[in-house]
């Protein structure tokens, strides 16, 4: 095992930032900051439940997302989106912003290696085509004209 030691420089560290229209107001989804990354991460730890070293479930387990992203989503005078607001919002865009946060945040989950992330592919792609074989169904039976 070899040992990196060359220098490592960052650079400018300044938070990346994503602009964010949501029903055309202005939001800004910023980078996670080291301690927003850690109360993510704990609040995802405190969410599951141990007993004898083996998960025995989970409590509030979907907020953790939406909090996430309440963490990083600021509006236009700077001010965080609370929490109740974002979980107001759809679930797809509740999902994108996550998503979107994680990103560009590099923080990524346990099971996300290439060989999950195939595995999650060759399952999404299934559901694809599931959906357009009952798009398809359907539209051939409204030309039919039969129900």
């Not at 990196?4 to 964010?20: I, Q, S």
């Not at 850690?38 to 995802?44: D, E, L, S, V």
């Not at 990524?108 to 999650?120: D, N, V």
Request: hydrophobic share 40%.
């Amino acid at each position: 095992m070899s040992i990196h030691l060359e220098e490592m420089d960052f650079g400018d560290v300044t938070l990346a930032e994503v602009p964010v229209k949501i029903s055309n107001v202005k939001y800004v989804l910023r980078e996670a900051s080291g301690d927003t990354a850690t109360q993510w991460r704990n609040a995802r730890t405190n969410a599951i439940k141990m007993v004898n070293g083996q998960v025995a479930g989970a409590a509030n387990i979907a907020s953790i997302d939406p909090f996430l992203v309440s963490l990083c989503l600021f509006d236009e005078a700077g001010v965080l989106v609370p929490l109740k607001k974002i979980q107001s919002w759809p679930d797809r865009v509740q999902k994108d912003l996550y998503e979107r946060v994680k990103l560009i945040s590099h923080l990524s989950e346990a099971g996300e290696s290439i060989e999950a992330l195939k595995e999650q592919q060759k399952l999404l792609a299934k559901q694809i085509e599931q959906r357009e074989s009952l798009v398809k169904n359907s539209s051939e039976t409204m030309e039919d004209g039969s129900d």
